[in-house]
């Protein structure tokens, strides 16, 4: 009888750390997800932002010298991220295939010009700059149009400022939350134990001696946690560095490093504060106020 007890006891005991570890793990996890994205906030608004194309449409008369010459100097400009000529029978071919049909055929012309697509730098991506930068190239005599979304470029830098300003104020809520979560869970087990913490006080044992053993358990469960929360999180960078190389997050390690500690730090450093404040309370109570 006594065997089954103590079997009973162990197993309640391990499933009341296993339910500790976990929702510390979930909640790390979750609480490193937001980080990856406040920490990528910038590069994300950057990588759509180079995606805007300046569309430079060349005049039938320029020569392939001077076109040569436009390329090599756009892409040499401090605001280019690329330069691509395009002929315009290669544009020809890409409208054909895009609509699925061949309009040369019913037209009996070639309409399309020769451009050059810029994208630009994720810093010169502004509605002024972009101006400028247009109203420089247009000022060409071979060149025909300069050409690009200027309504798109306004939203996006509107939305990026906006989506910024709500990360942090999430990250900030999620947090608090984060903080609370693992707080009743340490809370809730440590409750479990209220009255073997009252009975070793009362039998003299001070409280620094009567918390330290809680308190380096539920470390180790946090650390156990937090070391979950990081492989899941190493696997969410993963695939996501896999899918979007553009983003280049595993070559960001500072970031990663930063990061991944932070985690590993939020996870000790709250049961450690946990424990040490839901022990205090018990220690603090009288006898006849366990009971409720």
Not at 32 to 41: A, C, R
Not at 72 to 85: C, F, G
Not at 88 to 117: T, W
Not at 135 to 156: F, G, N, T
């Amino acid at each position: 009888m006594s065997q089954y007890i103590e079997r009973y006891q162990r197993r309640k005991l391990i499933s009341s750390y296993f339910s500790v570890a976990l929702s510390i793990a979930l909640v790390l996890f979750l609480l490193g997800v937001l980080g990856l994205l406040v920490l990528n906030t910038k590069k994300l608004a950057d990588h759509f932002k180079e995606q805007i194309t300046i569309s430079v449409f060349l005049k039938d008369s320029a020569k392939p010298v001077e076109i040569d010459q436009l390329q090599k100097s756009l892409a040499l400009a401090e605001y280019t991220k690329s330069a691509e000529y395009i002929s315009k029978e290669d544009a020809a071919e890409q409208y054909s295939e895009d609509i699925g049909e061949n309009f040369e055929e019913f037209l009996g012309y070639n309409p399309l010009k020769n451009s050059i697509d810029v994208n630009l730098k994720a810093d010169f991506v502004s509605s002024q700059q972009i101006d400028d930068i247009a109203e420089e190239l247009a000022a060409k005599a071979y060149v025909d149009e300069v050409s690009y979304d200027k309504p798109l470029i306004s939203l996006l830098n509107n939305n990026a400022r906006k989506i910024s300003l709500w990360i942090l104020v999430a990250s900030a809520i999620f947090t608090v939350i984060a903080v609370l979560l693992i707080n009743s869970s340490i809370r809730l087990s440590i409750y479990s134990k209220r009255f073997i913490i009252k009975t070793m006080q009362m039998v003299g044992a001070t409280k620094t001696f009567i918390r330290r053993p809680f308190i380096w358990t539920n470390i180790k469960l946090g650390m156990v946690g937090a070391v979950v929360a990081l492989i899941g999180l190493g696997v969410l960078v993963y695939y996501i560095d896999k899918n979007f190389p553009e983003l280049n997050l595993l070559q960001d390690y500072i970031v990663l490093i930063i990061l991944f500690v932070s985690v590993f730090g939020l996870g000790v450093i709250i049961s450690w504060a946990s424990t040490h404040f839901a022990t205090q309370r018990f220690l603090n109570l009288r006898t006849d106020d366990l009971y409720y």
